[in-house]
């Protein structure tokens, strides 16, 4: 567990990622995060590259879509 202060940088709070972290999320300086908050804490992911071809607004619908209907796809996956 690593416990990081928060501080204020211009109009935003920002908040250092150890090196360590980055490492085992392989991600880096300049990559794309995905913020995920949960009710007291917030998930941080490497957000997966796509095709090209696949527009943004439509992996969001999916992941809405995902996201909305989570315990019956989990129940659906179990069958």
Known sequence: M???KLFKAG???VITIPK???ELL???AGDAVVLEPNKD???IKRKEKVAHDVDDRFLKMVDDFAN???DVLKELAQK
Do not use: A
Request: hydrophobic share 35%; aromatic share 6%; charged share 15%.
């Open 2 to 4: 690593f416990t990081q």
């Open 26 to 28: 392989k991600i880096n």
């Open 41 to 43: 804490s917030v998930t």
């Open 68 to 70: 909305e209907h989570e």
């Open 20 to 22: 360590q972290l980055l």
């Open 11 to 13: 109009n935003s709070i």
